[in-house]
Protein backbone atom coordinates (compact mmCIF):
# COMPACT_ATOMS: atom_id res chain seq x y z
CA UNK A 1 0.00 0.00 0.00
CA UNK A 2 1.78 3.46 -1.01
CA UNK A 3 1.95 6.11 1.74
CA UNK A 4 -1.28 8.07 2.05
CA UNK A 5 -3.40 5.49 -0.17
CA UNK A 6 -6.25 3.33 1.39
CA UNK A 7 -5.84 0.19 -0.62
CA UNK A 8 -2.84 -1.92 -2.01
CA UNK A 9 -1.80 -1.43 -5.15
CA UNK A 10 0.72 -3.50 -7.88
CA UNK A 11 4.00 -1.81 -7.42
CA UNK A 12 6.67 -2.70 -9.71
CA UNK A 13 10.19 -3.83 -7.59
CA UNK A 14 12.07 -2.46 -10.05
CA UNK A 15 10.95 0.97 -10.46
CA UNK A 16 8.48 1.53 -7.48
CA UNK A 17 5.68 2.49 -10.50
CA UNK A 18 1.81 1.98 -9.14
CA UNK A 19 -0.17 0.43 -11.24
CA UNK A 20 -3.67 1.22 -10.52
CA UNK A 21 -6.67 -1.32 -11.82
CA UNK A 22 -9.93 1.26 -12.04
CA UNK A 23 -12.81 0.40 -13.71
CA UNK A 24 -12.87 0.47 -17.62
CA UNK A 25 -15.01 2.31 -19.49
CA UNK A 26 -17.33 0.69 -22.34
CA UNK A 27 -19.19 3.46 -24.94
CA UNK A 28 -21.77 2.38 -27.23
CA UNK A 29 -24.57 3.70 -29.23
CA UNK A 30 -28.41 2.84 -29.82
CA UNK A 31 -28.45 3.84 -33.52
CA UNK A 32 -31.83 4.25 -35.30
CA UNK A 33 -33.54 4.36 -38.54
CA UNK A 34 -36.87 4.68 -38.46
CA UNK A 35 -37.56 2.49 -35.57
CA UNK A 36 -35.45 0.12 -36.04
CA UNK A 37 -32.09 -0.18 -34.09
CA UNK A 38 -28.97 -1.19 -35.93
CA UNK A 39 -27.40 -4.92 -34.10
CA UNK A 40 -24.37 -5.96 -34.60
CA UNK A 41 -23.71 -10.09 -34.25
CA UNK A 42 -20.33 -10.53 -32.79
CA UNK A 43 -17.45 -12.12 -34.76
CA UNK A 44 -15.16 -12.22 -31.54
CA UNK A 45 -15.06 -13.56 -28.45
CA UNK A 46 -16.62 -13.52 -25.25
CA UNK A 47 -19.85 -14.28 -26.25
CA UNK A 48 -19.42 -14.85 -30.04
CA UNK A 49 -22.01 -15.09 -32.44
CA UNK A 50 -24.46 -13.31 -29.87
CA UNK A 51 -26.16 -9.82 -30.80
CA UNK A 52 -24.76 -6.42 -29.40
CA UNK A 53 -25.29 -3.04 -29.67
CA UNK A 54 -22.24 -1.36 -31.23
CA UNK A 55 -19.62 -0.71 -28.14
CA UNK A 56 -15.93 -1.31 -26.75
CA UNK A 57 -13.32 0.08 -24.29
CA UNK A 58 -12.73 3.76 -24.49
CA UNK A 59 -9.77 4.96 -25.14
CA UNK A 60 -7.17 7.79 -24.36
CA UNK A 61 -7.48 10.95 -26.04
CA UNK A 62 -11.21 10.36 -26.98
CA UNK A 63 -14.38 11.44 -25.46
CA UNK A 64 -16.78 9.16 -24.46
CA UNK A 65 -19.28 10.34 -27.35
CA UNK A 66 -16.21 10.35 -29.62
CA UNK A 67 -15.39 6.54 -28.39
CA UNK A 68 -19.13 5.47 -29.61
CA UNK A 69 -19.09 7.09 -32.76
CA UNK A 70 -15.45 5.50 -33.49
CA UNK A 71 -16.83 2.18 -32.26
CA UNK A 72 -19.98 1.91 -34.19
CA UNK A 73 -18.02 2.86 -37.51
CA UNK A 74 -15.57 -0.01 -36.60
CA UNK A 75 -17.96 -2.61 -35.62
CA UNK A 76 -20.78 -1.62 -37.95
CA UNK A 77 -19.52 0.56 -40.38
CA UNK A 78 -22.22 3.07 -40.32
CA UNK A 79 -21.94 6.50 -39.77
CA UNK A 80 -24.19 8.35 -36.94
CA UNK A 81 -25.71 11.64 -35.36
CA UNK A 82 -25.45 11.08 -31.32
CA UNK A 83 -28.37 12.51 -29.16
CA UNK A 84 -27.39 12.23 -25.58
CA UNK A 85 -26.53 9.73 -23.11
CA UNK A 86 -29.17 6.88 -22.74
CA UNK A 87 -27.70 4.40 -20.06
CA UNK A 88 -24.83 3.94 -17.41
CA UNK A 89 -24.33 0.86 -16.09
CA UNK A 90 -22.03 0.05 -13.54
CA UNK A 91 -21.16 -3.86 -13.77
CA UNK A 92 -18.93 -4.27 -10.76
CA UNK A 93 -18.34 -8.29 -11.48
CA UNK A 94 -16.28 -7.45 -14.45
CA UNK A 95 -14.97 -3.66 -13.35
CA UNK A 96 -16.77 -2.43 -15.95
CA UNK A 97 -19.11 0.99 -16.40
CA UNK A 98 -21.29 0.96 -19.52
CA UNK A 99 -22.33 4.08 -21.02
CA UNK A 100 -24.65 4.32 -24.85
CA UNK A 101 -25.87 7.19 -26.31
CA UNK A 102 -29.07 7.64 -28.06
CA UNK A 103 -28.03 7.94 -31.94
CA UNK A 104 -29.45 8.49 -35.35
CA UNK A 105 -28.39 6.32 -38.48
CA UNK A 106 -27.33 9.15 -40.69
CA UNK A 107 -27.03 6.66 -44.60
CA UNK A 108 -27.97 2.85 -44.74
CA UNK A 109 -24.31 2.38 -45.90
CA UNK A 110 -23.51 -0.08 -42.91
CA UNK A 111 -21.30 -2.92 -42.94
CA UNK A 112 -19.94 -5.34 -40.53
CA UNK A 113 -16.02 -4.80 -39.53
CA UNK A 114 -13.79 -7.21 -38.31
CA UNK A 115 -15.51 -7.79 -35.10
CA UNK A 116 -18.89 -8.60 -36.33
CA UNK A 117 -20.55 -11.54 -38.46
CA UNK A 118 -23.48 -9.21 -39.80
CA UNK A 119 -25.43 -6.36 -38.74
CA UNK A 120 -28.64 -5.60 -39.00
CA UNK A 121 -31.78 -3.10 -38.56
CA UNK A 122 -34.15 -4.93 -36.00
CA UNK A 123 -37.79 -4.10 -35.20
CA UNK A 124 -38.99 -4.56 -31.61
CA UNK A 125 -40.78 -7.20 -31.92
CA UNK A 126 -38.07 -9.24 -34.14
CA UNK A 127 -35.49 -8.50 -31.27
CA UNK A 128 -33.58 -11.44 -30.35
CA UNK A 129 -34.25 -11.33 -26.58
CA UNK A 130 -32.33 -14.75 -25.84
CA UNK A 131 -29.57 -13.80 -28.20
CA UNK A 132 -28.29 -10.96 -26.44
CA UNK A 133 -24.34 -10.80 -25.98
CA UNK A 134 -24.72 -8.71 -22.36
CA UNK A 135 -26.85 -8.00 -19.99
CA UNK A 136 -26.26 -3.57 -20.30
CA UNK A 137 -27.57 -4.24 -23.51
CA UNK A 138 -30.75 -6.00 -23.05
CA UNK A 139 -31.31 -3.66 -20.08
CA UNK A 140 -30.48 -0.53 -22.25
CA UNK A 141 -32.80 -1.82 -25.57
CA UNK A 142 -35.77 -2.23 -22.92
CA UNK A 143 -35.63 1.14 -21.01
CA UNK A 144 -35.08 2.51 -25.05
CA UNK A 145 -38.30 0.48 -26.28
CA UNK A 146 -39.95 0.98 -23.09
CA UNK A 147 -39.22 4.98 -23.38
CA UNK A 148 -40.63 4.71 -26.80
CA UNK A 149 -43.73 3.30 -25.52
CA UNK A 150 -44.01 6.71 -23.47
CA UNK A 151 -43.20 8.84 -26.07
CA UNK A 152 -40.36 10.65 -24.05
CA UNK A 153 -36.30 9.37 -23.57
CA UNK A 154 -34.95 9.82 -20.34
CA UNK A 155 -31.63 8.53 -18.63
CA UNK A 156 -30.99 5.32 -17.15
CA UNK A 157 -28.11 5.25 -14.02
CA UNK A 158 -28.16 1.61 -12.53
CA UNK A 159 -26.40 -1.39 -10.92
CA UNK A 160 -25.96 -4.81 -12.33
CA UNK A 161 -25.20 -6.44 -8.94
CA UNK A 162 -22.98 -9.31 -8.85
CA UNK A 163 -24.32 -12.51 -10.06
CA UNK B 1 0.03 -3.44 -32.19
CA UNK B 2 -1.12 -6.72 -30.74
CA UNK B 3 -2.75 -8.81 -33.72
CA UNK B 4 -6.35 -7.78 -34.21
CA UNK B 5 -5.75 -4.44 -32.52
CA UNK B 6 -6.31 -0.97 -33.92
CA UNK B 7 -3.67 0.70 -31.61
CA UNK B 8 -0.18 0.19 -30.33
CA UNK B 9 -0.15 -0.28 -26.75
CA UNK B 10 2.24 -1.29 -24.07
CA UNK B 11 3.30 -4.70 -24.23
CA UNK B 12 5.44 -6.71 -21.68
CA UNK B 13 8.98 -7.94 -23.75
CA UNK B 14 8.80 -10.98 -20.97
CA UNK B 15 5.66 -12.46 -21.12
CA UNK B 16 3.39 -10.59 -22.91
CA UNK B 17 1.24 -9.26 -21.13
CA UNK B 18 -0.44 -5.55 -22.82
CA UNK B 19 -1.14 -3.26 -20.51
CA UNK B 20 -3.86 -1.33 -21.86
CA UNK B 21 -4.02 2.63 -21.22
CA UNK B 22 -8.06 3.71 -20.67
CA UNK B 23 -9.33 6.36 -19.04
CA UNK B 24 -10.40 6.64 -15.81
CA UNK B 25 -13.29 7.76 -14.00
CA UNK B 26 -13.39 10.14 -11.26
CA UNK B 27 -16.85 9.79 -8.98
CA UNK B 28 -18.13 12.00 -7.01
CA UNK B 29 -21.20 13.98 -5.01
CA UNK B 30 -22.48 17.08 -5.13
CA UNK B 31 -24.21 16.91 -1.17
CA UNK B 32 -26.71 19.45 -0.40
CA UNK B 33 -28.28 20.35 2.69
CA UNK B 34 -30.69 23.40 3.52
CA UNK B 35 -29.79 25.22 -0.81
CA UNK B 36 -26.02 24.98 1.03
CA UNK B 37 -23.30 22.86 -0.93
CA UNK B 38 -20.80 20.85 1.01
CA UNK B 39 -17.35 21.44 -0.49
CA UNK B 40 -13.91 20.28 0.64
CA UNK B 41 -10.76 22.23 0.78
CA UNK B 42 -7.75 19.96 -1.20
CA UNK B 43 -4.92 18.86 1.69
CA UNK B 44 -3.18 17.32 -1.34
CA UNK B 45 -1.86 18.50 -5.38
CA UNK B 46 -2.76 18.92 -7.77
CA UNK B 47 -4.88 22.42 -6.69
CA UNK B 48 -3.83 22.19 -2.96
CA UNK B 49 -5.51 24.68 -1.31
CA UNK B 50 -8.36 24.90 -3.86
CA UNK B 51 -12.26 24.04 -3.23
CA UNK B 52 -13.67 20.76 -4.99
CA UNK B 53 -16.44 18.58 -4.45
CA UNK B 54 -15.78 15.50 -2.68
CA UNK B 55 -14.66 12.82 -5.71
CA UNK B 56 -12.10 10.59 -6.41
CA UNK B 57 -11.07 7.47 -8.94
CA UNK B 58 -13.73 4.71 -8.93
CA UNK B 59 -12.26 1.51 -7.84
CA UNK B 60 -12.50 -1.88 -8.80
CA UNK B 61 -15.01 -4.05 -7.37
CA UNK B 62 -17.28 -1.18 -6.88
CA UNK B 63 -20.41 0.45 -8.82
CA UNK B 64 -20.07 4.04 -9.47
CA UNK B 65 -22.53 5.60 -6.66
CA UNK B 66 -20.54 3.53 -4.24
CA UNK B 67 -17.71 5.13 -4.97
CA UNK B 68 -19.18 8.59 -4.88
CA UNK B 69 -20.51 7.35 -1.32
CA UNK B 70 -17.12 6.32 -0.66
CA UNK B 71 -15.12 9.50 -1.50
CA UNK B 72 -17.52 11.47 0.05
CA UNK B 73 -16.73 9.99 3.18
CA UNK B 74 -13.27 9.86 3.12
CA UNK B 75 -12.63 13.21 1.92
CA UNK B 76 -15.55 15.06 4.37
CA UNK B 77 -16.89 12.58 6.47
CA UNK B 78 -20.02 12.71 5.27
CA UNK B 79 -22.73 10.35 4.97
CA UNK B 80 -24.85 11.14 1.95
CA UNK B 81 -27.38 9.89 0.43
CA UNK B 82 -27.69 9.73 -3.65
CA UNK B 83 -30.01 10.93 -6.04
CA UNK B 84 -29.34 10.71 -9.59
CA UNK B 85 -26.63 11.40 -11.23
CA UNK B 86 -25.82 14.86 -12.67
CA UNK B 87 -23.39 15.38 -14.64
CA UNK B 88 -20.80 13.38 -16.65
CA UNK B 89 -17.77 15.24 -17.96
CA UNK B 90 -15.07 14.04 -20.54
CA UNK B 91 -11.87 15.17 -19.81
CA UNK B 92 -9.54 13.98 -23.05
CA UNK B 93 -6.61 16.46 -21.84
CA UNK B 94 -6.11 13.64 -18.91
CA UNK B 95 -8.11 10.88 -19.64
CA UNK B 96 -10.98 11.05 -17.04
CA UNK B 97 -14.22 10.96 -17.03
CA UNK B 98 -16.21 12.50 -13.82
CA UNK B 99 -19.76 11.79 -12.66
CA UNK B 100 -21.29 13.51 -10.18
CA UNK B 101 -24.28 12.54 -8.52
CA UNK B 102 -26.92 14.62 -6.74
CA UNK B 103 -26.94 13.74 -2.84
CA UNK B 104 -28.34 14.54 0.24
CA UNK B 105 -26.41 14.91 4.15
CA UNK B 106 -28.11 12.70 6.01
CA UNK B 107 -26.48 14.88 9.23
CA UNK B 108 -24.24 17.23 9.65
CA UNK B 109 -21.39 15.44 11.51
CA UNK B 110 -19.29 15.97 8.40
CA UNK B 111 -15.66 16.57 8.85
CA UNK B 112 -12.73 16.99 6.74
CA UNK B 113 -10.24 13.73 6.22
CA UNK B 114 -6.49 13.50 5.30
CA UNK B 115 -7.19 15.29 2.00
CA UNK B 116 -8.98 17.69 3.23
CA UNK B 117 -7.60 20.57 4.94
CA UNK B 118 -11.24 21.96 5.65
CA UNK B 119 -15.19 21.05 4.62
CA UNK B 120 -17.54 23.99 4.52
CA UNK B 121 -21.80 24.00 3.61
CA UNK B 122 -21.32 27.47 1.14
CA UNK B 123 -23.98 29.17 -0.03
CA UNK B 124 -24.44 29.85 -3.68
CA UNK B 125 -23.81 33.65 -3.25
CA UNK B 126 -20.90 32.43 -0.95
CA UNK B 127 -19.13 30.18 -3.34
CA UNK B 128 -15.19 30.34 -4.21
CA UNK B 129 -15.70 30.42 -7.66
CA UNK B 130 -11.96 31.65 -8.59
CA UNK B 131 -10.37 28.75 -6.22
CA UNK B 132 -12.34 26.16 -7.68
CA UNK B 133 -9.67 23.06 -7.79
CA UNK B 134 -10.66 21.72 -10.92
CA UNK B 135 -13.11 22.93 -14.75
CA UNK B 136 -15.22 19.83 -14.02
CA UNK B 137 -16.59 20.85 -10.71
CA UNK B 138 -17.56 24.46 -11.69
CA UNK B 139 -19.23 23.02 -14.72
CA UNK B 140 -20.88 20.80 -12.30
CA UNK B 141 -21.87 23.20 -9.63
CA UNK B 142 -22.88 26.32 -12.50
CA UNK B 143 -25.35 23.52 -13.80
CA UNK B 144 -26.53 22.57 -10.06
CA UNK B 145 -27.40 26.41 -9.29
CA UNK B 146 -28.92 27.13 -12.65
CA UNK B 147 -31.31 24.01 -12.36
CA UNK B 148 -31.90 25.00 -8.76
CA UNK B 149 -32.56 28.41 -10.38
CA UNK B 150 -35.25 26.90 -13.11
CA UNK B 151 -36.86 24.54 -10.28
CA UNK B 152 -36.21 21.02 -12.47
CA UNK B 153 -32.33 19.26 -12.34
CA UNK B 154 -31.52 17.64 -14.89
CA UNK B 155 -28.85 15.10 -16.63
CA UNK B 156 -25.66 17.36 -18.15
CA UNK B 157 -23.80 15.54 -20.61
CA UNK B 158 -20.73 17.09 -22.22
CA UNK B 159 -16.94 17.64 -23.05
CA UNK B 160 -14.15 19.77 -21.80
CA UNK B 161 -12.39 20.63 -24.77
CA UNK B 162 -8.03 20.19 -24.79
CA UNK B 163 -6.61 23.25 -23.82
Redesign the interface.
Known sequence: MPP?D??PRYVCDACGEI???????VVGAIPEHEGRILLCRRA?EPRYGYWTLPAG??????????GALRETL?EAGARIELA??FS?I?V?AV?Q?H?FYRARLLDLAFNPG?ESLEVALVEEDKLPWKDIAFRTVAVTLRHWFADRARGEFG?H?E?LPLR
Do not use: C
Open positions: GTLHYQNPKLIFMENDETAAEEGPMSPNIVEFAD
